[in-house]
């Protein structure tokens, strides 16, 4: 029987918290039999990812590997929209703490509701303190999201989903061309800005995108990603991603280059160089290293605009 949901899971050098994740994929809760297929994509891990996934297959039926050799997630994703047999994908990562409910609330969604899109919260697992440099301004790049607890017709473009906890129709991601390969992860690059692209087509055509609260996943951090220099990074290796966005999307152009992600970027370079002054002053450590981080995705954005027409 051809599957309602397939559940695509891309993987990159994660082996032990992947097993994790496709233990409760296993557990899940299925309102019918042959409603769901689970599809993992590894995306040329040098660790043992293989090793680990194919003891899973080898036990469920709905289980499927797949390798993609070329880096990128956005690859990664593209490969398992091309094998998922299923009207609906939703997507997730190997780092996903998965509820026994979870697609089973998804598929209520899409019979009560038969959305477009669709996708829910997204809650943060600090497994040990907090660093001393976190604020809440960080909450996106740990891919935290919490829209409220009432079900909401999305329109806009400032309440955008995630990888970790998505889905939407495969006939509509195959029409909007799928994921754009200049964006996602690529090994250990953390550009971002698949989903960002995908959203935004979304509401710009007008499509049902819907946001219900009660399918929310856990994000298992990883070590690094507690490290100063982990976010430093992001920010740096995300204005990669915002610059791409912004050239494909840009409807005001000088010299064939985005006219808005200039002048935005100079605005946000001078008022943020005006905070971390003012964090200093205040001896705010946390807020004046936000501050810096905001300097350098602003600076690497303006070169970058000077630099790629």
Known sequence: MKPL????LCTYNNADSLAITLNQLAAMAQPEPGLIEIIIVDNNSPDHTAKITQAIVSNHSHFHYYFEARQGLSHARNTGLEK???DYILF????AEIPTHWVARYIDII????PDCLYSKISIIWDKPK????????TPCFVGLDYGDETLDITDIHHEFYGKN???RKSLLIELG??????GRQGTKLAAGE?????????WAKKKVVYFPDAAVGHRLKEREYSSENIKKLFVDGAHSSHHIAKLTAQKKIMGRPARMLVDSVKSLFSSTLLLALATIKKNTAKRYYHYLCICKNITLIKLWFKTP
């Open 195 to 203: 989903e960002t692209l995908l959203y935004r087509k979304m509401i």
């Open 92 to 95: 997730t990562d190997d780092d």
């Open 111 to 114: 019979r009560n509701l038969a």
């Open 131 to 138: 660093p001393w440099w976190f604020i809440p301004e960080y």
């Open 178 to 183: 799928g994921f754009d390969p200049n964006l």
């Open 166 to 168: 998505f889905c939407l």
């Open 84 to 86: 998922a047999q299923g």
């Open 5 to 8: 949901i397939s559940i695509v």
